[in-house]
């Protein structure tokens, strides 16, 4: 039996409600209705090098919505068996990712702002940060 069944399939892009208006758009975001669980940490990312690459891990039980504020990058998410590259490049565009995916954001177009809701405060315990552990941590009882 595998630690946790998530799969990159369980990670969905989802369209935003924005409402349009000649001054400008404006995305609203609502715990329970846009937001599939309560937030309980927003961060950003901003100010990335060129080539530089954040992520590197996985979490044991974080929900995070990732959207692209400004400018664009990719998210490359590993289920352990599969892996998938999602663009985000528009600020009514997030990416869900569910507990148990590892994770890595690259390809930073210069200006970019990569916003970060969380289903829980800041626990490093709840961090996977050796892919190889990652590995161990999904599929525990399978030989792979």
Request: glycine share 6%; charged share 25%; with cysteine.
């Amino acid at each position: 039996m595998r630690s946790l069944t998530s799969t990159v399939d369980d990670c969905t892009v989802n369209q935003l409600p924005r409402v349009h208006n000649r001054a400008g758009n404006l995305t609203s975001l609502n715990n329970g209705n846009e937001i599939p669980f309560d937030i309980r940490r927003v961060y950003y990312l901003y100010d990335v090098p060129a080539g530089a690459e954040r992520g590197g891990h996985a979490h044991r039980r974080l929900y995070q919505y990732i959207v692209a504020a400004s400018g664009s990058f990719d998210i490359v998410i590993d289920d352990g068996a599969d892996r998938r590259v999602i663009r985000l490049d528009r600020p009514d565009k997030a990416l869900l990712i569910v507990p148990g995916i590892w994770r890595e954001l690259i390809n930073f177009s210069g200006g970019a702002i990569c916003m970060v809701l969380a289903s829980h405060k800041y626990d490093e315990a709840d961090y996977i940060r050796d892919y190889h552990e990652f590995k161990d941590f999904k599929y525990a009882d399978r030989s792979l």
